[in-house]
């Protein structure tokens, strides 16, 4: 009966370190899979910047107002600041969740 009580701490240490390598085993798996979403997103979100980037007929060169030439997509003008904050303030957050599920 004594040696059964001695042994109680080192089992007990035992299990306690078991149950911290598991949960240290659980966290790094969960961030691995985060890490892995993040880079998928990041290269979705690269994929998306370079596709706005790119204009999508092609490129016709017209000189902008200082003079120098510019790629612009036929059939698109110059828009000034009024009229891009009047854009963006008719966007809805349903629009965007739309846009991004269509996408995604």
Known sequence: MAAANDLRPVQARGNLEQMMKR????????????????????????????????????????????????????????????STKNLTTEVSPEDVLRWAEEIG
Do not use: F, I
């Open 23 to 82: 949960q240290l085993e659980l966290r790094r798996s969960e961030t691995e899979t985060v890490h892995a979403k993040c880079d998928a997103l990041e290269s979705k979100l690269g994929e998306l910047r370079a596709s706005v980037r790119q204009p999508p007929y092609g490129s016709n060169h017209a000189p902008n107002q200082s003079g120098t030439e510019q790629d612009t997509a036929p059939g698109l003008m110059e828009v000034d600041a009024q």
